[in-house]
């Protein structure tokens, strides 16, 4: 029997046991097989507070695991693979081998990125291909970016990132975009945004950075180079709560639905992180509601005595 368990680690997991284990209640934390999150594929951070020359995800990633680790957290490097949250204490099933029992329950699973799912974007992701233009923009001050999507996200991240690039090339399937008018305005009014329609991406050019991309028109079927430094794919992202489908409240694009902080509506179950954060998706966001879940956690525990 465990007061918490944290399923996921990445910052929001990380924030989540520092601070359940400072309050004594000796939280339980399963980091999954792949643990650490996003930040573990994200070189540089340089927009995380308190370190003026940035730090490495992973380094990030791993000074917060020890922080959670020195006031007490126990961790459990294994997948969940199933979950019972009909009764309390709630059940959690590691391996399909292992049940271990709950009084409370911290949702920290994050959300994925789609990507295209070519093997040059897995081999340059964080080495010039990059999910967030909040995060890694600034490195590609005054130079070609590619964006990759149709829909708001794209846009938005275009509009922004011409805050840095010379040049900005959102690159569609489509010859019409999926964005909402009012986004489809702003990115097309900017003189620094041009379009590349009915195109789809076969490859992503470079060996250790990115130098371009190869790609298809998607009517003709003629093949093309574009050079480029910086390639964001703007595609969406998946939440990762497959484990909880039926059981917790999401919205229409699965991101689980929080009220009065971190509460879902099962009692004694929180939701913190990239998981019921469809907007932000960022690491201090992230941290920032992993603390909220585990005051909302001890809170819940003190009111069942």
């Known amino acids: 029997m465990h007061n918490v368990v ?30 650490g999150g996003q930040l573990t594929l994200t070189t540089d951070v340089e927009n995380f507070p308190g370190f003026p020359q940035g730090i490495m ?12 680790e020195r006031f007490g957290t126990a ?13 309390r204490p709630f059940a959690v099933t590691i391996n399909d081998e292992e049940t271990i029992q709950a009084r409370s329950l911290i949702i920290s699973t994050g959300a994925s990125a789609n990507l295209l799912g070519l093997d040059s974007e897995s081999r340059l992701l964080g080495h010039g291909v990059s999910t ?24 938005e991240e275009a509009t922004f990132l011409t805050k840095f690039a010379s040049q900005v090339t959102i690159i569609h399937r489509r010859d019409k975009l999926r964005a909402s008018k009012i986004m489809q305005d702003k990115a097309m009014k900017n003189d620094k945004i041009t379009f590349r329609w009915n ?10 950075v990115v130098t371009g991309l190869r790609l298809r028109d998607a009517v003709t079927g003629d093949t093309a180079t574009l050079d480029c430094k910086g390639v964001f794919v703007a595609i969406g992202h998946t939440p990762n709560t497959q484990l909880f489908t039926g059981q917790i409240d999401t919205d229409a694009n699965g991101y689980i639905q929080t009220s009065h902080g971190t509460a879902t509506n099962v009692p004694g179950v929180f939701a913190a992180g990239d998981v019921q954060d469809p907007h932000y998706r960022q690491a201090i966001t992230a941290a920032g509601t992993g603390c909220m879940a585990a005051m909302d956690a001890e809170r819940f525990l003190e009111a069942e005595g």
Request: aromatic letters at 6%.
């Open 57 to 68: 995800g992973p380094q990030l990633i791993q000074d917060m695991r020890a922080q959670a």
């Open 132 to 155: 967030c233009a909040t995060c890694d923009g600034f490195f590609f001050r005054g130079q070609p970016i590619v964006v990759i999507g149709g829909g708001d996200s794209a846009m």
């Open 75 to 87: 961790f459990q490097t294994a997948d969940v693979t199933k979950v019972d949250l009909s009764r």
């Open 199 to 208: 195109s789809m991406v076969e490859e992503v050019l470079g060996d250790d």
């Open 6 to 35: 944290i399923i996921g680690s990445g910052p929001a997991g990380l924030t989540a046991a520092v601070y359940t284990a400072r309050a004594n209640l000796s939280p339980l934390m399963i980091e999954g097989s792949q643990a």
